[in-house]
């Protein structure tokens, strides 16, 4: 093989360029160059080069951004549906209204359906689920054939409860304190105490006979939105010794402790019984008399 | 000679080496940090939008997200409109137009102070899905390098049907579906010729090119895009003159903008304090409002046209524009008053002009609008009735560590005793301050309070004659509770959102709290009655409103504010019109203008047609109510010498049998006469005034 010398002159340069082999390539670049602009194969090279490295790049730019805002936006919405849901769920599974309270101490609302509604409150005691809410009023609201859900939101010391139609219009309200949901729950509650270690009762202690004698003063619709199950009392063993009426009004009721005597034994038990009824009871047994008789039939 | 050409060559031959390791080394570094494409494209336009509804169900209005149309639902027009304007090579380059880069590189080198682009559509699109907007070499090395990736993976179609479902053109319509909504209330697919090149040529710069504020650079961008079709070869040249002289009905901007802004702004704002920014904008919500769109419809020109007699009445020039500060403004608030649904809100005279909502926003005195809160705590506090005797004379109110307040009546005069009925149809501000000295400013503001009166109240005597600023809002819901016996439905406007899977998110209760005894609301309702048909609200019936209706008038000192609110027994509307900077209103003969004059006209003209075709109802009467005439003067029954006696709504405990207020101290307010008939010695003898001759005070 021959080794490579440079020119020595013009026409040896000149000679060299126009050979066959420099023509060839420069033809060959040339029909390089025109078969690029006309087929863009180069482009399409390093389109498909930049497609095989698509996986491996970051996902940046506007569009990214804008992705992944949208990810976050779905990604808030699903952890606020996800709660609303647990806690939907666990309401759907209560079995009594403490239980609902439990969910709601969760701060969030639900919803149930009217029936759902219904099978809590059948499971109250029948006694004193009226002092949560009349049986007339689900009677009334289920006759109307409006009441399509019940709505639960957390409320002071308790929940409230509105029963929805379904233009989500409220066709009867309700607040309901824990505590006296506690008590009703409980049913009639016995407490193997005397009514003045029950700091509710303190000043309000009337002895039986003067408490049932100004009960007795009063219609019998009065006496029975005080003690509304005395049939209750009368299987009560023992003699009733005193009465207690509480200073403390929860949910439009008052609570009423009676002390009962039983083989030496003291123990009270404790009902709740309407605010304007109990109301009367004290002003008679406080002294005052009936004003009007009217005031007294409603 | 020889040698020096061998340097060059070889010279050369080493640059050339340098230069292309260079930018071998420089193309893997920027592909390196190349963003990835998403796949398949069509994905950059899959992210739902937030969608507000009317209560109609009519969409109000998108936010983020796009309203994607395949390339197959797109008007032919369109697409050739925009590759003739944008890319005539699109369908033969391959991410690149070489010859019009080659040809934009020599202008841009070449010719001074001008640069040229030659970016196909491929490279627009790149540019628009990942960089900035910043002119720089690196950005469109990287945005040609993203092209030709998207031209090698995707087809043509693909392309330009994420093109042209992404590109701005103003009006907030992204991409093409959105924008012949925006503009021309239709699809994509049915635009024609001249509609195409209209839209087709404002992507260029979509606030240059507005139609609605540059109609004639429109138009003339329209022609460029057409002889851009006739030189590409897409139409004829006749066809192109047909379409540049066809007519292009563009969607009214008031109707497509105005409708609701102010209210969708409140929502937006809602919606982003309860869910954040993010939520809001890409969580693809479903927000359904109580907007009644018709009604706003008639609330935005209720307002225009009010606004438009307060500028004659004014003698405000026409050429002062919509200056917020030349020109009075306006607001108004329609609410279901049974349910506290918002139906209508303007919070302005243009939305355009003025986003700032004065509907909610603004906290203005409602001067004597503000009585009926003090007329019912005194009913409720002190057993007044509308049939209490009262004096209209002046009054010397001290006030502890101050001067004794002494208010005046709008008349400037005193018209002796009166029932308290005719003192609020009259509007008279010493009954008023007699009053709230009887029970108090705090029984006052917790009336308010209860009605849903949120603004700080000043516990000060004031306060009865409406010197605490408040909003249209307020004003309409507090109303409302007069005309809903007493029943508080709190003012909302959202009443369901869900997300974009429909799960709901939220649903408004429909829950009213007692906070008014009924029968005294209703007796205040009956006095408003009065206000509307015979005292200071009596334009109200002079424009035709004959339906059962009731209301209060309310102008503040120095005519900066006029107000009327007034509602039937379904709708409460509040109408406020002042000007945003301390100005009075007053007539070229320098009269004010009051809340009958000035708020009350555009609450009818609204009421007119709101109230359009709907049942005509009572308001309903509360058990216990009974009516009796009686004389305006003295509160007895009328007797032979009565004219113009008077109906009054009283509770049974209640009789029109003259009886007279007493002070907060049980002194009579009427001074001591003898006789059946009380008759002041200090002021005019009220003998012989009927209700018609008291003057319309405000």
């Not at chain 1, 599974?93 to 609302?109: C, H, M, P, V, W």
């Not at chain 1, 009441?147 to 929940?159: H, L, M, S």
């Not at chain 1, 009703?184 to 408490?211: K, M």
């Not at chain 2, 697919?189 to 650079?217: C, D, I, Q």
Request: aromatic share 8%; hydrophobic share 40%; proline share 6%.
């Amino acid at each position: 093989m021959d080794s490579w010398t440079a020119p020595h002159d013009f026409s040896e340069w000149l000679r060299r360029m126009f050979a066959i082999r420099p023509l060839a390539v420069t033809l060959l670049i040339c029909l390089v160059g025109i078969s690029e602009l006309r087929f863009d194969w180069a482009e399409q090279m390093v389109g498909r080069f930049l497609a095989t490295t698509n996986a491996s790049r970051p996902e940046s730019g506007s569009i990214w951004e804008k992705g992944h805002r949208a990810a976050s936006a779905h990604q808030t919405l699903d952890q606020i549906i996800t709660d609303k849901q647990t806690i939907q769920r666990e309401a759907r599974e209560a079995q009594n209204f403490s239980q609902i309270a439990r969910t709601l101490s969760k701060g969030q609302d639900v919803i149930l359906a009217a029936s759902h509604f219904q099978m809590l409150y059948n499971a109250l005691p029948p006694e004193r689920a009226g002092e949560l809410l009349s049986p007339y009023t689900l009677i009334r609201m289920h006759s109307q054939g409006q009441w399509d859900r019940t709505f639960f939101e957390p409320a002071d010391q308790g929940f409230s409860v509105y029963f929805l139609n379904r233009d989500n219009r409220v066709l009867h309200q309700l607040q309901i304190d824990n505590r006296l949901l506690e008590r009703i729950e409980q049913g009639e509650s016995v407490r193997s105490e005397r009514l003045d270690l029950l700091p509710q009762f303190s000043e309000r202690i009337y002895g039986a006979e003067r408490f049932f004698t100004a009960l007795e003063q009063m219609p019998e619709d009065l006496r029975r939105s005080i003690i509304p199950w005395p049939e209750n009392l009368l299987k009560a063993p023992g003699r009733i010794r005193r009465a207690g009426i509480s200073d403390e009004v929860l949910s439009g009721y008052i609570e009423i402790g009676l002390e009962i005597e039983d083989n030496q034994r003291t123990r009270v038990v404790l009902f709740q019984g309407r605010d304007w009824a109990v109301g009367r009871l004290r002003a008679l047994l406080e002294g005052e008399q009936f004003q009007n008789e009217i005031e007294f039939t409603r | 000679m020889i040698k020096l050409l061998r340097t060059v060559f070889y010279t050369a031959l080493v640059l050339s080496g340098l230069v292309l390791l260079s930018g071998v080394v420089f193309f893997f570094t920027v592909v390196r940090d190349l963003p990835r494409v998403p796949e398949p494209l069509s994905r950059i336009i899959e992210t739902p939008p937030t969608e507000i509804f009317a209560a109609s169900g009519e969409r109000l209005m998108i936010i983020g997200g796009r309203e994607a149309v395949p390339l197959n639902r797109v008007s032919q027009d369109f697409i050739n409109a925009v590759v003739a304007t944008e890319d005539h090579r699109f369908w033969k380059h391959h991410g690149i137009d070489k010859i019009r880069t080659v040809k934009a590189l020599g202008i841009t080198l070449f010719v001074p102070g001008k640069i040229q682009g030659a970016s196909t559509i491929t490279q627009q699109l790149a540019k628009n899905l990942f960089f900035s907007f910043k002119r720089r070499y690196i950005r469109k090395f990287r945005e040609l390098l993203v092209a030709l990736q998207v031209e090698s993976r995707f087809s043509k179609e693909e392309i330009l049907e994420a093109y042209i479902n992404q590109i701005p053109f103003g009006a907030r319509s992204h991409g093409i579906e959105q924008a012949a909504r925006a503009f021309f209330g239709k699809t994509a697919s049915e635009l024609n010729l001249a509609e195409s090149a209209l839209l087709a040529g404002l992507p260029k710069s979509p606030t240059r090119y507005n139609p609605y504020r540059h109609w004639e650079r429109a138009k003339q961008r329209q022609k460029v895009v057409l002889l851009r079709m006739v030189a590409t070869g897409y139409i004829s040249r006749p066809q192109a003159e047909i379409a540049s002289l066809a007519p292009i009905n563009l969607v009214p901007p008031r109707e497509r903008l105005d409708t609701g802004s102010h209210f969708l702004d409140m929502i937006v704002r809602d919606l982003e304090t309860t869910y954040g920014t993010d939520v809001v904008h890409h969580g693809g919500l479903k927000v359904y409002t109580t907007l009644d769109p018709q009604l706003q419809l008639y609330a935005t020109e209720a307002i225009r046209k009010g606004l438009q007699d307060l500028d004659s009445r004014l003698q405000l020039p026409a050429t002062t524009g919509e200056d917020t500060n030349t020109r009075p403004q306006g607001a108004l608030v329609a609410v279901d008053t049974k349910s506290g649904a918002l139906r209508a809100l303007v919070g302005g005279r243009s939305y355009l002009h003025s986003a700032y909502n004065r509907a909610i926003r603004n906290q203005r005195q409602p001067g004597s609008g503000f009585k009926p809160f003090t007329y019912y705590t005194a009913f409720e506090k002190r057993d007044l009735s509308p049939a209490t005797l009262m004096v209209d004379q002046p009054v010397t109110i001290p006030v502890k560590g101050a001067a004794d307040w002494q208010p005046r009546n709008f008349s400037r005069s005193f018209n002796g005793p009166m029932v308290l009925k005719v003192a609020l149809m009259k509007s008279v501000n010493t009954i008023a301050a007699q009053l709230i000295e009887q029970v108090g400013p705090p029984s006052v503001i917790e009336t308010a309070r209860r009605c849903g009166i949120e603004s700080p109240l000043a516990p000060v005597y004031s306060l009865a004659l409406g010197t605490s600023g408040v909003s249209p809002l307020e004003m309409a819901g507090a109303f409302a509770t007069f005309a809903n016996g007493g029943t508080h439905h709190r003012p909302y406007w959202i009443a369901r959102v869900e997300d974009a899977q429909g799960r709901i998110l939220e649903d408004h209760i429909v829950s009213g709290r007692r906070v008014l005894e009924p029968d005294r609301a209703y007796q205040v309702v009956d006095m408003m009655r009065g206000v509307v048909d015979r005292g200071s609200g009596a334009v109200v019936r002079r424009l035709g409103f004959n339906r059962p209706a009731a209301g209060k008038t309310g102008t503040t000192n120095n005519y900066y504010d006029a107000w009327f609110t007034g509602f039937t027994p379904t709708l409460c509307t509040s109408v406020w019109v002042g000007f945003d900077r301390e100005h009075a209103l007053k007539d070229k003969r320098g009269a004010g203008i009051t809340g009958g004059r000035g708020a009350a006209p555009i609450w009818t003209h609204f009421m007119l047609r709101a109230m359009e075709g709907a049942p005509t109802r009572n308001f309903t009467v509360p058990p216990g109510i009974h009516f009796e005439e009686v004389d305006p003067q003295t509160g007895r029954r009328p007797d032979a010498l009565t004219r113009n006696s008077l109906r009054l709504a009283l509770t049974v405990d209640q009789s029109a049998d003259g009886t007279m207020a007493t002070g907060a101290a049980g002194s009579s307010l009427i001074p001591p006469t003898t006789g059946d008939t009380p008759a002041p010695p200090a002021i005019p003898s009220a003998t012989g005034i009927t209700e018609e001759d008291l003057p319309l005070d405000d």
